[in-house]
């Protein structure tokens, strides 16, 4: 008899990880035979931690912090997009014995604002609001919709320029201040600073100026309608919640341990919000 496949998420804490609670939802809606766990690893034993899991038998895992930059010295295959955003959140053991490791933030950002914003168009300038880990996702995703050009303000403007530097002439570093007398140019405006977050100050912007067909969306997803998004709605804008986007990105490791394309469905979604509420 086969075992079943496994797979876990690593990082230090983990215990906070949604992955489990979604990867099992999924493997049990498939009615599949198949495990997901957390797994604690230290990051001065990541390397060792990763053999032991190649030894019993985990097909790959989910990676989050503090090891998605440093898993990519550990990688014997690294994508492209991983290698662009400079972490990877997805890793596989590899037959040969090698580890392959992936990206699926950017693409998780891209698919979860196509599905939930069908009319979506990156037609105009787009506005990202942090220059962080998740920033370089985001930023990833919005060049590979064919965003023709990507403003790009944070509060310590030497890390926008540093990523303008090594995304390319596509990104535009703004002053934070210089935000107001952008916001009418732009078809789509990003939050990936942690302001607005349960415990973090508030992102503290006006949208005066804000066209109604302008796509805003943010990546904290506690609560699930930041200010911003409340703020976008009450304006006439599309908003999309940052909760889709950590659904999404979970699809390709499922589909490449489990075998099996997972759908984020509403019921997948209600699903993981009852452990926020
Ligand atoms: P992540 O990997 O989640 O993006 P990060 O690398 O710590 O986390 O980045 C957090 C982002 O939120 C950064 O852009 C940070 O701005 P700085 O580069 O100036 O630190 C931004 N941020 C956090 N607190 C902020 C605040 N009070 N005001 C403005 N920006 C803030």
């Known amino acids: 008899m086969t075992t079943p496949p496994l797979a876990a998420v690593i990082g230090d804490p983990v215990g906070h990880s949604l992955s489990p609670r979604l990867f099992r939802h999924w493997l049990e809606k498939m009615s599949l035979n198949g495990g997901y766990v957390p797994l604690r690893i230290a990051p001065e034993t990541l390397s060792a931690g990763l053999d032991a899991m190649r030894l019993l038998g985990f097909r790959g895992g989910n990676v989050t912090l503090p090891h998605k930059t440093a898993i990519l010295d550990l990688a014997t295959e690294v994508t492209p997009r991983a290698r662009a955003i400079g972490a990877a959140n997805t890793i596989t053991f590899l037959s040969d014995g090698g580890l392959h ?3 699926t933030d950017g693409v998780g950002f891209l698919t979860n604002l196509r599905q939930a914003s069908p ?50 002439p596509t990104i535009v570093p703004l002053p934070w201040d210089a935000i107001p007398s952008h916001l009418s140019d732009v078809g789509t405006l990003v939050n990936t600073t942690s ?28 609560p699930l309608m930041t200010s911003l998004l409340h703020d976008a709605r009450a304006r006439g804008c599309p908003v999309v919640d940052g909760l889709g986007m950590l659904l999404h990105q979970a699809v390709p490791g499922f589909e490449r341990w489990f075998g099996v394309r997972p759908e984020v469905t509403a019921d997948t979604r209600e699903h993981i919000l009852r452990a926020l509420v």
């Open 101 to 103: 490791a992936d990206n």
């Open 119 to 168: 009319q979506w168009s990156t037609n105009a300038p787009a506005l990202v609001l942090g220059a962080g880990g998740a920033a370089r996702a985001v930023l990833w995703g919005l060049i590979e919709a064919g965003c023709p050009r990507i403003y790009l303000a944070n509060r310590t403007h030497a890390r926008a320029e540093a990523l303008a530097k090594q995304f390319g």
């Open 195 to 222: 302001l607005g977050m349960v415990g973090q100050p508030e992102l503290q912007l006006s949208l005066d100026g804000i066209q109604s067909q302008t796509l805003v969306t943010d990546i904290v997803y506690t």
